[in-house]
């Protein structure tokens, strides 16, 4: 396999989990469960303003979906931008297979089998592609 292809999926994955969030976020969660009003109830002073931790977990998780969303895109960017420096290539994925994998971890301690599986596979996305990667000799260019 190509080692554009591993960088585009890994980087189409990171978008459709940003999607999903944000997806389920805005439209998907049951905001008035109790448990949602429970979080309501409890406000949490800031600097400057007051939110209930419903607003705060609402913003945290949007968040997330956002920079996922980006993560994905900027290295669908990056892909464009590197495609034929193996070199600099090689670096970027061994760093989204680092990032990829500490978001794994953090989905199988905290979250559930979707997130979690879909991290676990950009890592090793990510890891293929950089072991794929075949930098050239010096006296190559």
């Known amino acids: 396999m190509q080692t554009s292809f591993l960088g585009k999926l890994g980087a189409w994955i990171f978008i459709i989990v940003g999607l999903g969030h ?9 905001a008035d469960s109790s448990a949602a009003s ?3 109830q409890i406000q ?14 609402s913003g945290f998780s ?20 590197l495609g034929n ?8 994925w061994r760093f989204n297979s680092a990032v990829s994998l500490g978001l ?10 979707f997130p979690s599986s879909s991290f676990s596979i950009t890592t ?3 890891a293929l592609a950089s072991r794929q990667v075949q930098p050239q000799h010096p006296s190559q260019t």
């Open 38 to 40: 429970q979080l309501r």
């Open 104 to 113: 794994a971890v953090l989905s199988l301690r905290y979250f559930f089998i």
């Open 85 to 92: 420096e193996p070199a600099r290539l090689q670096a970027i």
């Open 124 to 126: 090793v996305l990510y």
């Open 22 to 30: 944000l997806y389920f976020q805005l439209f998907a969660t049951e």
């Open 44 to 57: 949490v002073q800031l600097p400057g303003v007051q939110r209930s931790m419903l607003q705060l977990n």
């Open 62 to 81: 949007l968040t997330m979906g956002y920079l996922l969303i980006g993560y994905g895109v900027l290295n669908l960017l990056i892909l464009r931008a």
